[in-house]
T-cell receptor, first 117, second 111 residues
Framework: NAGVTQTPKFQVLKTGQSMTLQCAQD?????MSWYRQDPGMGLRLIHY???????DQGEVPNGYNVSRSTTEDFPLRLLSAAPSQTSVYFC????????????????FGDGTRLSIL | EDKVVQSPLSLVVHEGDTVTLNCSYE??????LLWYKQEKKAPTFLFML????IEKKSGRLSSILDKKELFSILNITATQTGDSAVYLC???????????FGTGTLLAVQP
């Protein structure tokens, strides 16, 4: 059982370049999300999806796009990379949309370390 | 504004010690609180707490929630070097009904 798989593990970009961070899960989870983790800031939500075809913005969405064409995949796109987007990016999924007491814990991928020069 | 504060920021102990990690929160529409352990890579789920005063246990780890005083603690007894990690606290709720992560407590357990 692979769980949540993120690729690549490391990437270096130049300012202005575009790229897509891949995230796939094989647990048939409906809810998927992207976070970035910066020193002293904790994990911050970028975008999330409650199911195929449905996405919405999180806390820090600017500069990022997402799509969810299948249940399994949730790619994150940087259209024009900026040094402020240097960070570690985590994809996470859970069985259902978080709903309080029946909230399912989110399972995280191993992360993508992205450096923008 | 929703706020999560974890303390201490970092902690160094010796194997066999007992540690208590703290998480205080001010979160609107609070629903539950999760604890995660993060070693070098992905955060891994430890506990989900939804009710005050009910301790959750897993081996040497335990956690409890106080919804009146707005805090949670994570206890680790008889610490081992494998417990060295960043421990993240994340209340669920807020204006956007999402997990709100604290910055974490870095625990280092020395042999």
């Amino acid at each position: 059982n692979a769980g949540v798989t993120q690729t690549p593990k490391f990437q270096v970009l130049k300012t202005g370049q575009s790229m897509t961070l891949q995230c796939a899960q094989d647990m048939n989870h409906e809810y998927m999300s992207w976070y970035r983790q910066d020193p002293g800031m904790g994990l911050r939500l970028i975008h999330y999806s409650v199911g195929a075809g449905i996405t919405d913005q999180g806390e820090v969405p600017n500069g990022y796009n997402v799509s969810r064409s299948t249940t399994e995949d949730f790619p994150l796109r940087l259209l024009s990379a900026a040094p402020s987007q240097t960070s570690v990016y985590f994809c996470a999924s859970s069985l259902t949309y978080p709903s309080g007491a029946s909230n399912q814990p989110q399972h995280f991928g191993d992360g993508t370390r992205l450096s923008i020069l | 504004e929703d706020k999560v504060v974890q303390s201490p920021l970092s902690l160094v102990v010796h194997e066999g010690d007992t540690v208590t990690l703290n998480c205080s929160y001010e979160v609107t529409n609070f629903r539950s609180l999760l604890w995660y352990k993060q070693e070098k890579k992905a955060p891994t789920f430890l506990f989900m707490l939804t009710s005050s005063g009910i301790e959750k246990k897993s081996g040497r780890l335990s956690s409890i929630l106080d919804k009146k005083e707005l805090f949670s603690i994570l206890n680790i007894t008889a610490t081992q070097t494998g417990d060295s990690a960043v421990y993240l606290c994340a209340p669920y709720g807020g204006a956007t009904n999402k997990l709100i992560f604290g910055t974490g407590t870095l625990l280092a357990v020395q042999p």
